[in-house]
T-cell receptor, first 114, second 113 residues
Framework: GAGVSQSPSNKVTEKGKDVELRCDPI?????LYWYRQRLGQGLEFLIY????????KSGLPSDRFSAERTGESVSTLTIQRTQQEDSAVYLC????????????FGPGTRLLVL | AQKITQTQPGMFVQEKEAVTLDCTYD???????LFWYKQPSSGEMIFLIY??????QNATEGRYSLNFQKARKSANLVISASQLGDSAMYFCATFAGTYKYIFGTGTRLKVLA
């Protein structure tokens, strides 16, 4: 597609439920990033993929968070046993070495845990 | 470790005036890049401008220019002829040869009619 897409755009869930967030990067972009942005805050790095491998998962806040990526395409971020503190916007970005590593962001998924 | 500092939590500017948003960075790497992103109230992050550490000229993109002062480690964003649609959060960011981008805390710009 023309840009990074994310789904769902909004998700409301009950505490304790699992959620899965999806990111479709720009075609041909080998690098993919997940960020979390709490209300009124900056971006918090979660995880980075180069291809389908994740060299650095240290940004994931707890073992309830996991992510995977299929080839150089879709990535899913899964949050198990959601907590109210997980409420935030989850942003995905992709980049290409050919474009100077500029990250292009998706519209985000707004997650609200009740 | 890399660090980005944006000291202005909020700024006001009159429509059609120019405004400068401050950004200082800290890195020990010789090769690095600096970015500015705009985040309107809709929440999307929009790439505005990029400056490479070896670029001798200041980057410009339309009404946006980056005032790059390497010795002072500053990469201020200048928006000329402000428009109401420029009201948004603005984030400065860097990477330095690694994948891990570091973002500043942002500056909220409000353009006044």
């Amino acid at each position: 597609g023309a840009g990074v897409s994310q789904s769902p755009s909004n998700k409301v869930t009950e505490k304790g439920k699992d959620v899965e967030l999806r990111c479709d990067p720009i075609s041909g972009h080998t690098a993919l990033y997940w960020y979390r942005q709490r209300l009124g805050q900056g971006l918090e790095f979660l995880i980075y993929f180069q291809g389908n491998s994740a060299p650095d998962k240290s940004g994931l806040p707890s073992d309830r968070f996991s992510a995977e990526r299929t080839g150089e395409s879709v990535s899913t971020l899964t949050i198990q046993r959601t907590q109210q503190e997980d409420s935030a916007v989850y942003l995905c970005a992709s980049s290409s070495h050919m474009e100077g590593q500029t990250q292009y962001f998706g519209p985000g998924t707004r997650l609200l845990v009740l | 470790a890399q660090k980005i500092t944006q000291t202005q939590p909020g700024m006001f500017v009159q429509e059609k005036e120019a405004v400068t948003l401050d950004c200082t960075y800290d890195t020990s790497d010789q090769s690095y890049g600096l970015f500015w992103y705009k985040q309107p109230s809709s929440g999307e992050m929009i790439f505005l401008i990029y400056q490479g550490s070896y670029d001798e000229q200041n980057a410009t993109e339309g009404r946006y220019s980056l005032n790059f002062q390497k010795a002072r480690k500053s990469a201020n964003l200048v928006i000329s002829a402000s428009q109401l649609g420029d009201s948004a959060m603005y984030f400065c960011a860097t990477f330095a040869g690694t994948y891990k981008y570091i973002f500043g805390t942002g500056t909220r710009l409000k353009v006044l009619a």
